[in-house]
């Protein structure tokens, strides 16, 4: 369902190309119902949202080289898809031009974080644009830090084991979000800051304008044990989530 709603602005233009110059009224219906399905599509996937937190669709590009095309969809996400596609609605109502559903393809790109997914290179330290998904099998291959101007970082750490090591690391998303898996022996302490968006920590939620931060600890199912995890996390606009492997 994913990379429908991202296709669907991109096909109305395609579709408008080919109608006759004097099809305005055709071309203004197919722009208002493709919007319309955007629309529905999206508020279709409102409870898998909430069951899930986080919907995903990824796509191995380039395999030897560690890299996908990634998609993803949280709550602020979904809203502003929401928002797009009902812009598209006016759009294809008042002005009956199905090109200008480009722009609003444009910003969907940028909403469900489309981009490259690299996997353990130091590019991914510095700050840029598109989505990170990583997933070290050791505490020697997390980075001390990761960085995204506009994007996303997702980070599982499920499969490291802690036991006996102590890692400190920083993750800072300017415009975008920032996901985390961690296991679920690991004692985790999390320096949470967020400016404008929603943030869910091991359950902790709090959202709005000026957020704010919040440091929170947690040991884990199995107590205090298993080694030592210090998660410093900051996104200017959009949301944060960290939880355990389940």
Request: net charge negative; charged share 20%; proline share 4%.
């Amino acid at each position: 369902m994913l990379p429908l709603l991202l296709i669907l602005p991109f096909l109305g233009s395609v579709l408008a190309a080919f109608l006759p110059t004097d099809a305005r009224n055709r071309e203004a219906w197919m722009a208002f119902g493709l919007a319309l399905a955007g629309l529905v599509g999206t508020a279709a996937m409102y409870p898998a949202m909430v069951r899930e937190g986080v919907l995903h669709f990824r796509l191995e590009w380039l395999p030897a080289a560690g890299l996908e095309f990634v998609l993803r969809l949280d709550a602020l996400a979904w809203l502003f898809c929401i928002l797009v596609f009902g812009i598209g609605l006016l759009v294809g109502t008042w002005f009956g031009r199905a090109r200008w559903l480009i722009p609003l393809g444009l910003v969907l790109v940028l909403l469900l974080g489309s981009g490259y997914a690299a996997f353990g290179h130091d590019h991914w330290r510095r700050d840029g644009f598109g989505a990170v998904a990583l997933r070290p099998q050791s505490v020697a291959e997390i980075r001390d830090s990761y960085r995204r101007n506009v994007g996303v970082i997702e980070l599982d750490l499920s499969d490291v084991d802690f036991a006996g090591a102590r890692k400190d690391v920083i993750l800072r998303v300017n415009l975008g979000a920032i996901e985390v898996r961690v296991p679920s022996d690991v004692d985790v302490t999390v320096d949470a800051s967020i400016d404008i968006g929603s943030a869910t920590v091991f359950g902790d939620s709090w959202d709005g304008f000026g957020a704010g931060a919040r440091e929170i600890f947690d040991a884990g199912p199995d107590g205090v044990g298993g080694g030592e995890l210090h998660i410093t996390a900051t996104v200017n606009t959009g949301s944060l989530e960290i939880h355990r492997d389940r």
